[in-house]
C-alpha cells in the first residue's frame, strides 16, 4: 500500500432523479482506518456509501476510490475490491445460502471450495442448504459477511451492520472490521448507534443537511 | 479482469435457471397460459379444422412473440437495486451480465416454444415439413426475442414507470423475427426460398447482440 | 449558472413564409389526369413522409454522437427530432389513409411502406414514453440515446422485412401506392419545393423545441438550485408536544 | 365527397396540426419562461 489514501472526495454533490441527496463532501479515509458515518433517517448515509462504491456518479465535485475516478468508466475495475453490505441483502431469495455464495464466488473469480469454510466461519454451516428467501434477516446478513470473507476486499462498506444480528454475530462482525483494518483495508460503518460504532472506529463523521461535518 | 467473460456468463445463466426452476413461474404459469390462449382462438372464430390448420401456425407465433415480451416484463423486474449492486461489486462485467440474462431467457423461450409448439400441433393438425429448418427458426426467435427482451428489461431499469413499458419497446422491434418465422414456415410449405427470411432473422440476432454487448457499460451509468 | 436560454422569433416566421409558398405552388399546380385534383394531397403526404424519415434519422444521428461524446448537446437534438418526427409520422399516416380512402375506396390497405411506417411510429412512441420516465437528464440521455441506435438500426430490418413479405404474396390488388407518375414540370416544382418547404419547418420547429428543452432543463435547475434544502431534510426530529 | 373535398380535409389536417403543434411549442415555451420568471 502506497501513502495515497483509499478513499478521497472532495466537493462532491450526488443528486438522484430530480432531488440532490449530498452536496460538498469532503472525505478522504487512509489505509488502516475505520471510519463511523452517522446520520438521521434519509440522512443521505446509503447514497454515500453507493457512491464510494463507485454504484453511482457524483453530480458536482471529484473523488477516487482505490485510485479510480469516481467519475470515469476504470472505475469498474475497482469494484472487485470493495465490499458492501446494504441495508437490504442483495442475495437472491430462490438460492440456498450456499448458492448464493457460489455464485459470488464465481463471479469473482475465487474458487468455489471457499464457500463451505466461509459459511463454517459465519456460523451458518447447518443453514447451506436453506432457501436465502426462508432465511432470517440476521442469516442474510450472516451469509453477507460470508461473502465478504471469501472474496480479498479492501474497502469494507458496512450500513447498519449490528441491526438483525445476535451477540456472536456482532462480535464476528467487530473481528471482521478490525481485521480488515489491520491488513491495510479500510471500513466505513453506517450506523444511528454511536455507543457501539464509537467503541471500534478510529474516528467519526456526521452526515447533516448532506453534507458532512 | 480477473474472471474469465464466459465464465461469469456462465455463473449467470445458472444463476437464473436455478432461480427460475425454484420459482417455476415460466413452468407453472407462462406456459399454461401459452397453451390456453391456443385453445382460446379456436372458440373464438369456430372449428373449421381447415380453416384453423391454414391459420394454427400463425396463430403460434403471435403466441410466440407476445408471451417473449412477458418473459421480457418479468426479466425488468427481476433484480432488485440491492442484488444489482451485489453483482456489479463481484466484478461482473455488465457485457457478461447481459450475454448471460439473455442465454437464460433463451432456454426459458425454447422451453416455451417447445411445448406450446406440441399443443398447436395437437390442435390446430399442423404439419411438419423441414424439420432443421423449423428447428433453426425456433433457435433465432428465442435468440432474438430473448435479446430485444434483454437489452429492453436493460434499457428501462430502474425507472418506475419502466416494466409497463417493456411491451410497447418490444413488440414493434420484433416485427422482423414474427415475419421471417412466418414466412419461413409458408416457405417449407410452398417449397419456395427461405434463404432470405432465415438470414434477415440472423441478422436481427446479430443487431441486437451488438448493440447490446457494447451499450452494456453505459447503460449501467445513471 | 448557466446564461439565460435565448429565445428566437425568426422560426415562427419561416415557418409560416414557408407554408404560404408551399401552399401556394401545390394549388397553382395542374390537376393529375388519372387522379384529378386528388393528386394536390401528394404535396403535403410526400414532405410529411419524408421529414418522418429524416427526422428519425437525426434521432440516431444524435444518439451515437451522444454514446460518443456524452455531450448532452446531442441527446437533446436527439429527443426534440424524435417529438417531431412522431408528429410528422402520424400526420404522414393520416394524410395516406385520408389519400387512400377516395382513391382505394379504403381506409387502410396492408401495403408496406403504410404498415412500415405504422410499426415505426410505435417504435418512437416507446422512445418518447421512455423519456418521460425519469427526470435525471444523464440517466435519461444514456438510456434514450441506446433505444434510439437500437430503433434506427432495427428500422431498415423491420422494412425489408415488411417489403419482402408484400412482394412475396398477395400483389396488392389495387392502384399502385406509388402515386401518379408526374408528368408536368410544375408538379414536380410543387413537389420539390412542398419537401423543401417542410425541412425548412422542420429545422425551425428542431431551433424552438430545443429552447423548450433548454428552459425545462433551466426550469428543474431551478427548482433543486442550493438554496433549496437537500432531500434529507424533510425529515425533521419529532415533535412530541405537537400532537 | 368532392375531389377538392378531400384534398381540403387533408390540408386541413396538415396545416391545421402544422399550427396546433407549433402553437403547443410556444405555449410549453412561454409556460417554462413564466416558471422561471416567478423562480428568479
Same mark, same amino acid.
Given at each position: !500500500?502506497?501513502?495515497?489514501?483509499?478513499?478521497?472526495?472532495?466537493?462532491?454533490?450526488?443528486?438522484?432523479?430530480s432531488?440532490?441527496?449530498?452536496?460538498?463532501?469532503?472525505?478522504?479515509?487512509?489505509?488502516?482506518?475505520?471510519?463511523?458515518?452517522?446520520?438521521?433517517?434519509?440522512?443521505?448515509?446509503?447514497?454515500?456509501?453507493?457512491?464510494?462504491?463507485?454504484?453511482?456518479?457524483?453530480?458536482?465535485?471529484?473523488?477516487?476510490?482505490?485510485?479510480?475516478?469516481?467519475?470515469?468508466?476504470?472505475?469498474?475495475?475497482?469494484?472487485?475490491?470493495?465490499? !458492501?453490505?446494504?441495508?437490504?441483502?442483495?442475495?437472491?431469495?430462490?438460492?440456498?445460502?450456499?448458492?448464493?455464495?457460489?455464485?459470488?464466488?464465481?463471479?469473482?473469480?475465487?474458487?468455489?471450495?471457499?464457500?463451505?469454510?466461509?459459511?463454517?466461519?459465519?456460523?451458518?454451516?447447518?443453514?447451506?442448504?436453506?432457501?436465502?428467501?426462508?432465511?432470517?434477516?440476521? !442469516?442474510?446478513?450472516?451469509?453477507?459477511?460470508?461473502?465478504?470473507? !471469501?472474496?480479498?476486499?479492501?474497502?469494507?462498506?458496512?450500513?447498519?451492520?449490528?441491526?438483525?444480528?445476535?451477540?456472536?454475530?456482532?462480535?464476528?462482525?467487530?473481528?471482521?472490521?478490525? #481485521?480488515?483494518?489491520?491488513?491495510?483495508?479500510?471500513?466505513?460503518?453506517?450506523?444511528?448507534?454511536?455507543?457501539?460504532?464509537?467503541?471500534?472506529?478510529? #474516528?467519526?463523521?456526521?452526515?447533516?443537511?448532506?453534507?458532512?461535518? | 479482469?480477473?474472471?474469465?467473460?464466459?465464465?461469469?456468463?456462465?455463473?449467470?445463466?445458472?444463476?437464473?435457471?436455478?432461480?427460475?426452476?425454484?420459482?417455476?413461474?415460466?413452468?407453472?404459469?407462462?406456459?399454461?397460459?401459452?397453451?390456453?390462449? =391456443? =385453445?382460446?382462438?379456436?372458440?373464438?372464430?369456430?372449428?373449421?379444422?381447415?380453416?384453423?390448420?391454414?391459420?394454427?401456425?400463425?396463430?403460434?407465433?403471435?403466441?410466440?412473440?407476445?408471451?417473449?415480451?412477458?418473459?421480457?416484463?418479468?426479466?425488468?423486474?427481476?433484480?432488485?437495486?440491492?442484488?444489482?449492486?451485489?453483482?456489479?461489486?463481484?466484478?461482473?462485467?455488465?457485457?457478461?451480465?447481459?450475454?448471460?440474462?439473455?442465454?437464460?431467457?433463451?432456454?426459458?423461450?425454447?422451453?416455451?416454444?417447445?411445448?406450446?409448439?406440441?399443443?398447436?400441433?395437437?390442435?390446430?393438425?399442423?404439419?411438419?415439413?423441414?424439420?432443421?429448418?423449423?428447428?433453426?427458426?425456433?433457435?433465432?426467435?428465442?435468440?432474438?426475442?430473448?435479446?430485444?427482451?434483454?437489452?429492453?428489461?436493460?434499457?428501462?431499469?430502474?425507472?418506475?414507470?419502466?416494466?409497463?413499458?417493456?411491451?410497447?419497446?418490444?413488440?414493434?422491434?420484433?416485427?422482423?423475427?414474427?415475419?421471417?418465422?412466418?414466412?419461413?414456415?409458408?416457405?417449407?410449405?410452398?417449397?419456395?426460398?427461405?434463404?432470405?427470411?432465415?438470414?434477415?432473422?440472423?441478422?436481427?440476432?446479430?443487431?441486437?447482440?451488438?448493440?447490446?454487448? =457494447?451499450?452494456?457499460?453505459?447503460?449501467?451509468?445513471? | 449558472m448557466e446564461p439565460q436560454v435565448r429565445i428566437r422569433r425568426w422560426p415562427w416566421v419561416v415557418i409560416a413564409?414557408?407554408?404560404?409558398?408551399?401552399?401556394?405552388?401545390?394549388?397553382?399546380?395542374?390537376?393529375?389526369?388519372?387522379?384529378?385534383?386528388?393528386?394536390?394531397?401528394?404535396?403535403?403526404?410526400?414532405?410529411?413522409?419524408?421529414?418522418?424519415?429524416?427526422?428519425?434519422?437525426?434521432?440516431?444521428?444524435?444518439?451515437?454522437?451522444?454514446?460518443?461524446?456524452?455531450?448532452l448537446k446531442?441527446d437533446r437534438i436527439?429527443a426534440a427530432? &424524435?417529438e417531431i418526427?412522431?408528429y410528422?409520422?402520424?400526420? &404522414?399516416?393520416?394524410?395516406?389513409?385520408?389519400?387512400?380512402?377516395?382513391?382505394? /375506396?379504403?381506409?387502410?390497405?396492408?401495403?408496406?411502406?403504410?404498415?412500415?411506417?405504422?410499426?415505426?411510429?410505435?417504435?418512437?412512441?416507446?422512445?418518447?414514453?421512455?423519456r418521460r420516465?425519469?427526470d435525471?437528464p444523464?440517466?435519461r440521455?444514456?438510456?434514450?440515446?441506446?433505444? /434510439?441506435?437500437?430503433?434506427?438500426?432495427?428500422?431498415?430490418?423491420?422494412?425489408?422485412?415488411?417489403?419482402?413479405?408484400?412482394?412475396?404474396?398477395?400483389?396488392?390488388?389495387?392502384?399502385?401506392?406509388?402515386?401518379?407518375?408526374?408528368?408536368?414540370?410544375?408538379?414536380?416544382?410543387?413537389?420539390?419545393?412542398?419537401?423543401?418547404?417542410?425541412?425548412?419547418?422542420?429545422v425551425a420547429l428542431m431551433v424552438k423545441r430545443i429552447e423548450l428543452i433548454h428552459l425545462d432543463e433551466r426550469r428543474l435547475q431551478i427548482e433543486q438550485s442550493i438554496e433549496r434544502?437537500?432531500?434529507?431534510? &424533510?425529515?425533521? &426530529?419529532?415533535?412530541? /408536544?405537537?400532537? | 365527397?368532392?375531389?377538392?373535398?378531400?384534398?381540403?380535409?387533408?390540408?386541413?389536417?396538415?396545416?391545421?396540426?402544422?399550427a396546433v403543434y407549433a402553437t403547443s411549442i410556444a405555449i410549453r415555451i412561454r409556460n417554462a419562461r413564466k416558471s422561471i420568471g416567478d423562480a428568479e
Open positions: !500500500m502506497s501513502g495515497a489514501p483509499l478513499v478521497e472526495l472532495s466537493g462532491v454533490g450526488v443528486r438522484i432523479g432531488s440532490q441527496i449530498l452536496r460538498d463532501v469532503d472525505l478522504e479515509i487512509e489505509a488502516g482506518e475505520v471510519v463511523g458515518l452517522f446520520g438521521a433517517n434519509g440522512a443521505g448515509k446509503t447514497t454515500a456509501l453507493r457512491l464510494i462504491a463507485t454504484l453511482i456518479r457524483p453530480a458536482q465535485g471529484s473523488g477516487t476510490v482505490l485510485g479510480a475516478d469516481l467519475s470515469s468508466a476504470e472505475r469498474y475495475d475497482v469494484r472487485r475490491r470493495i465490499g !458492501m453490505i446494504g441495508h437490504v441483502p442483495g442475495i437472491f431469495p430462490e438460492l440456498t445460502l450456499a448458492e448464493n455464495l457460489r455464485y459470488a464466488a464465481r463471479v469473482a473469480g475465487v474458487s468455489t471450495d471457499r464457500v463451505a469454510g466461509a459459511l463454517a466461519a459465519v456460523g451458518l454451516a447447518g443453514a447451506a442448504d436453506r432457501p436465502a428467501g426462508a432465511a432470517s434477516h440476521g !442469516m442474510q446478513r450472516r451469509t453477507e459477511f460470508a461473502r465478504e470473507l !471469501m472474496i480479498d476486499r479492501s474497502l469494507l462498506l458496512l450500513d447498519e451492520p449490528h441491526s438483525a444480528l445476535d451477540r456472536d454475530a456482532v462480535d464476528l462482525v467487530e473481528g471482521l472490521i478490525e #481485521r480488515k483494518a489491520a491488513e491495510g483495508g479500510a471500513v466505513i460503518v453506517v450506523s444511528h448507534d454511536r455507543d457501539r460504532v464509537g467503541a471500534i472506529a478510529h #474516528r467519526t463523521v456526521d452526515l447533516v443537511g448532506g453534507t458532512l461535518t | 479482469m480477473i474472471t474469465g467473460f464466459w465464465h461469469q456468463v456462465r455463473a449467470v445463466v445458472d444463476r437464473d435457471l436455478l432461480r427460475e426452476r425454484r420459482q417455476g413461474d415460466m413452468l407453472w404459469i407462462t406456459i399454461p397460459f401459452g397453451a390456453i390462449a =391456443l =385453445l382460446l382462438i379456436p372458440l373464438a372464430i369456430g372449428t373449421d379444422a381447415v380453416l384453423l390448420r391454414e391459420i394454427g401456425p400463425g396463430m403460434y407465433w403471435v403466441i410466440v412473440m407476445l408471451f417473449g415480451v412477458l418473459v421480457a416484463v418479468s426479466r425488468a423486474s427481476r433484480e432488485t437495486l440491492p442484488q444489482q449492486d451485489a453483482s456489479a461489486l463481484l466484478g461482473l462485467d455488465p457485457a457478461a451480465g447481459f450475454v448471460g440474462r439473455t442465454v437464460s431467457s433463451a432456454i426459458f423461450l425454447l422451453i416455451f416454444e417447445a411445448v406450446v409448439g406440441i399443443v398447436a400441433i395437437g390442435l390446430y393438425d399442423i404439419s411438419i415439413i423441414g424439420i432443421g429448418w423449423l428447428a433453426l427458426t425456433l433457435l433465432l426467435v428465442a435468440a432474438g426475442l430473448a435479446l430485444l427482451g434483454t437489452l429492453t428489461a436493460a434499457i428501462v431499469n430502474s425507472s418506475s414507470a419502466g416494466t409497463a413499458l417493456v411491451p410497447l419497446l418490444v413488440a414493434p422491434l420484433s416485427v422482423p423475427l414474427l415475419l421471417g418465422a412466418t414466412q419461413t414456415y409458408d416457405g417449407l410449405q410452398g417449397g419456395y426460398g427461405i434463404l432470405s427470411w432465415v438470414l434477415l432473422m440472423v441478422a436481427v440476432v446479430l443487431v441486437v447482440a451488438i448493440i447490446g454487448v =457494447l451499450t452494456a457499460r453505459p447503460l449501467q451509468e445513471t | 413564409l414557408s407554408l404560404a409558398v408551399a401552399f401556394t405552388l401545390s394549388m397553382i399546380s395542374p390537376a393529375d389526369s388519372v387522379q384529378g385534383d386528388l393528386v394536390r394531397i401528394m404535396y403535403v403526404h410526400v414532405p410529411s413522409a419524408w421529414l418522418a424519415y429524416t427526422a428519425f434519422f437525426v434521432t440516431f444521428v444524435g444518439s451515437v454522437a451522444y454514446l460518443v461524446t456524452k455531450n446531442w436527439a427530432s &424524435a418526427g412522431v410528422f409520422t402520424g400526420l &404522414a399516416l393520416s394524410l395516406g389513409m385520408i389519400w387512400a380512402k377516395p382513391t382505394w /375506396g379504403v381506409w387502410w390497405t396492408w401495403d408496406a411502406r403504410l404498415t412500415f411506417t405504422f410499426i415505426m411510429f410505435f417504435v418512437y412512441l416507446g422512445y418518447l414514453a421512455l420516465t425519469t435525471d444523464i440517466a440521455a444514456s438510456r434514450s440515446s441506446v433505444l /434510439g441506435v437500437l430503433g434506427a438500426i432495427q428500422i431498415p430490418l423491420v422494412h425489408f422485412s415488411v417489403v419482402w413479405w408484400r412482394t412475396l404474396h398477395q400483389p396488392p390488388s389495387l392502384i399502385k401506392p406509388d402515386g401518379p407518375a408526374i408528368q408536368d414540370p410544375l408538379m414536380l416544382t410543387a413537389l420539390i419545393i412542398g419537401v423543401i418547404a417542410f425541412t425548412v419547418v422542420y434544502p437537500v432531500a434529507g431534510e &424533510a425529515v425533521t &426530529a419529532p415533535e412530541l /408536544g405537537a400532537t | 365527397m368532392s375531389e377538392w373535398g378531400w384534398v381540403a380535409f387533408a390540408y386541413g389536417v396538415a396545416y391545421g396540426s402544422l
